[in-house]
């Protein structure tokens, strides 16, 4: 399994930006999805966006489309999160996961074996 550790959360008004960085360790890091999901207090886990192996896919949540962008660096084993245009609703605990994903469904967290601790994002109106 590859083990995965977040960073970057923090409180914003809305409007604002934040960067989020999920630091990968494991011998398979380059062969995995690597996604980013989110879960609000009493809401379901959703998946924002996922990239797979090749960075020339990512692949967005339409919550999220044209406000954040996902990317990875195989070389530092890091996927970031770069989150723009922030609202209220994108208040969550978001976390970075990794798995061999079905292309099909890419957003479906079944598809992910490996999850980190999550980093809060509180975005205030």
């Known amino acids: 399994q590859v083990q995965l550790s977040e960073s970057g959360g923090g409180s914003v008004q809305a409007g604002g930006s934040l960067s989020l960085s999920c630091a990968a360790s494991g011998y398979t890091y380059g062969s995995y999805y690597l996604a980013w999901f989110r879960q609000a207090p009493g809401k379901e886990r959703e998946g924002v966006a996922t990239i797979g192996t090749s960075s020339d896919s990512p692949y967005y949540a339409d919550s999220v489309k044209g406000r954040f962008t996902i990317a990875r660096d195989n070389a530092k084993n890091t996927l970031y999160l770069h989150m723009n245009s922030l609202k209220p609703e994108d208040t969550a605990l978001y976390s970075c996961?990794?798995?061999?994903?079905?292309?099909?469904?890419?957003?479906?967290?079944?598809?992910?074996?490996?999850w980190g601790q999550g980093t809060q994002v509180t975005v205030s109106s």
């Open positions: 996961a990794a798995g061999y994903a079905d292309e099909s469904d890419v957003l479906n967290p079944r598809g992910y074996n490996s």
